[in-house]
């Protein structure tokens, strides 16, 4: 007897965004590379703009509009190009920028920042030229940039000069290394759920399993996939699965059991064109959405942690326009009364950003509970330093209901992070302060 499986996502849709919703007017970088071109937070996407000092446009996701070269605001501070960035999956004001100039940057956002007004007009401002802190340790060019998912301010970052490094950002220096890539170029780098765990791609078609803490190779996936095309990573939750998406005679994803690596459990073949494909996944509702820089679909799947694994859930959405990069907003950005369970910003060579809205159609008013459950956040599980001991754990999690949510105070709050550069100001405004006081003491003829 023939059975249709049952989703609450089966009828989820995405239209073609309306002008007025994209933001427009970039100068994009021309620098290419395996980078998604586009991250975002809850509030702000970043993307690297054309011209010298590596510019970026950080924009907000509330104010779509035109952005105005020598109008608009800008952040502004390396000496290369910029090749990617990440925002802080606990301050969505906080993003790490990684450069040609082989430095990372750390950047945090004024509240008060607007480079498009409530109209979707230019407007000015000063441009963010001084950064938190820089980390300095490659030789090359930086090339891709992860949070840690769980730990506060625990970075992953990967290099030309083939090497990964784990840093712990707020004390500014280097946890780990890993160099065990030979001369191949670092394709991926993606944390599993818990951050205990690193899984990397590279040239030489291997996929490496990498224990951050020490810096050593755990597993190895030899030749994932057959094909030259970059190859792309994602962790399926917690469920002990993981996904690769490559090439060989076609474009294709292959699910492979974390305890059982010699063979993929399943190959979904998808198609012969050239672009590669960019894993976008949902774990709150197990849905990936898969994309491909240079096409126009994005195709929808559900994830089932028993075979056959992937079930394609409709046609999903379809343009003329091919996309440079794409990101997914963090499940906090999205609007969660009009049902929209993701949000994809779409980056395009020459009609700048488009948000993506996947909904699924429902008539009630109320909060979808089957559809929103629990997602990340913004409270880290443990600290860097509990982190480097050997913690543990799973992401915190929120309630999306907007009832919930206000009363638990569940947002992104700024972080304080104490910096060696913040904590020397603290210093130099002090000793200034002591000897203003010592002066006016002095001219009092108060002795001390």
């Known amino acids: 007897m023939f059975k249709i499986r049952k989703s609450q996502y089966r009828h989820v849709f995405c239209d073609n965004p309306k002008p007025e919703l994209c933001h427009t007017g970039m100068p994009l970088s021309t620098v290419t590379g395996d980078q998604q071109y586009i991250k975002a937070s809850a509030k702000y ?7 010298g000092g590596g510019p970026m446009h950080v924009g907000r996701l509330d104010r779509p509009g035109r952005f105005e070269s020598g109008t608009s605001p800008q952040v502004e501070g390396h000496t290369g190009a910029v090749l990617d960035f990440d925002f802080s ?7 790490a920028s ?8 750390l950047w945090s956002i004024p509240d008060d ?3 498009t007004d409530d109209q979707g007009r230019a407007k000015t401002g000063d441009n963010l030229t001084e950064s938190l802190l820089d980390l300095e340790g490659h030789k090359k060019k930086v090339t891709l940039l992860r949070f840690h998912p769980t730990a506060s301010n625990v970075l992953a970052s990967t290099s030309a000069d083939y090497t990964i490094k784990i840093w712990d950002v707020e004390k500014a220096e280097e946890i780990s290394n890993f160099a065990e890539f030979g001369d191949n170029l670092i394709h991926d780098i993606v944390w599993d759920l818990r951050g205990d765990v690193y899984a990397t791609s590279c040239k030489d078609k291997n996929i490496r399993f990498v224990d951050p803490r020490a810096g050593r190779l755990s597993s190895e996936i030899v030749k994932a996939h057959d094909g030259l095309k970059s190859v792309k990573l994602a962790y399926m939750g917690d469920t002990g699965k993981f996904m690769s998406t490559g090439t060989s005679r076609s474009r294709e994803i292959k699910i ?8 993929p459990l399943v190959t979904e073949v998808i198609d012969s064109a050239s672009g590669a494909l960019l894993p976008l996944y949902d774990d709150d509702s197990n849905v990936l959405y898969l994309c491909g820089k240079g096409d126009g679909i994005i195709r929808p799947y559900e994830f089932e942690n028993s075979a056959p694994y992937l079930h394609k859930l409709n046609d999903g959405f379809r343009s003329n326009t091919p996309a440079k990069g794409l990101c997914l907003v963090p499940k906090r950005g999205n609007n969660i009364m009009a049902c929209e369970t993701a949000r994809i910003l779409k980056l395009t060579n020459n009609d700048g950003i488009h948000p993506l809205s996947w909904t699924v159609p429902r008539k009630s008013d109320a909060f979808q509970d089957d559809i929103f459950p629990d997602c990340v956040s913004t409270k880290p599980a ?4 509990e982190w480097r001991e050997g913690s543990s754990k799973l992401p915190n999690r929120m309630s999306l209901d907007p009832s919930i949510a206000s009363k638990n105070n569940m947002g992104s709050n700024k972080m304080k992070l104490k910096t060696v550069a913040s904590v020397s100001k603290e210093l130099k405004d002090a000793q200034e302060r002591i000897k203003y006081l010592e002066q ?3 001219e009092s003829g108060i002795d001390y």
């Open 98 to 105: 990684a450069s040609e100039d082989t430095t990372i940057k």
């Open 45 to 51: 996407y970043a993307v690297s703009l054309f011209g």
């Open 440 to 442: 006016k003491l002095k």
């Open 256 to 263: 492979w059991d974390l305890k059982k690596l010699s063979q």
């Open 113 to 115: 920042w607007e480079p």
């Open 382 to 385: 443990h600290s860097a330093d």
């Open 89 to 95: 999956p606990f301050d969505d004001s906080m993003f």
